[in-house]
């Protein structure tokens, strides 16, 4: 007498599957942390503290912008991140993966911005607007790996070129 299996076991082992991944595979959500708005310098140099920890992602909402006289396209000059790895624990400005904006902006340096090892040189983020209305654009600036975020250091000139932005909102993934 031959062997016979069990009718629709085959079934029962797609389903086992399905629970299988549904339950212990799936992607973990991305925890948001809303940091609050930032007012930042004119001319000059701002420190924004976050002092955050297990961060993966950055998302930047420029709200307001200095008023001038005439239609001016806006302009984050620098921005820099300092924090540390969690891995490494030492103090350090921080590479970054990725940098997308939304489609009212570009990053002119966006190669130069972004940088895979830890010991190459890597320029500062640059922001320009494409049009005069910057207001509720984003930037979206992704890490390799999880980090600790102390500070962000932007630099803005407010010149006959470019308006400088007033007020960000900042969040953080992790």
Do not use: H, W
Request: glycine share 2%.
């Amino acid at each position: 007498m031959k062997y016979k299996p069990p009718k629709y076991i085959l079934f029962y082992v797609y389903i086992f599957f399905l629970i299988y991944i549904f339950l212990f595979v799936r992607p973990q959500q991305s925890e948001r942390v809303q940091l609050g708005v930032f007012e930042l310098e004119k001319y000059n140099e701002t420190k924004v503290n976050l002092n955050i920890y297990n961060i993966r992602e950055l998302e930047i909402e420029i709200i307001d912008t200095y008023t001038t006289p005439d239609d001016k396209l806006c302009n984050l000059e620098e921005i820099y991140i300092f924090g540390s790895l969690p891995s490494f624990n030492r103090f350090v400005r921080l590479r970054i993966q990725d940098v997308d904006v939304s489609s009212g902006l570009k990053v002119p340096n966006e190669v130069e911005s972004e940088n895979y090892s830890r010991v190459d040189y890597q320029d500062p983020i640059k922001i320009v607007s494409n049009s005069f209305n910057c207001v509720d654009e984003k930037i979206f600036i992704e890490f390799e790996e999880n980090i600790n975020i102390d500070y962000l250091r932007i630099i803005q000139n407010d010149s006959d070129t470019y308006r400088s932005v007033k007020l960000i909102n900042i969040d953080a993934y992790s």
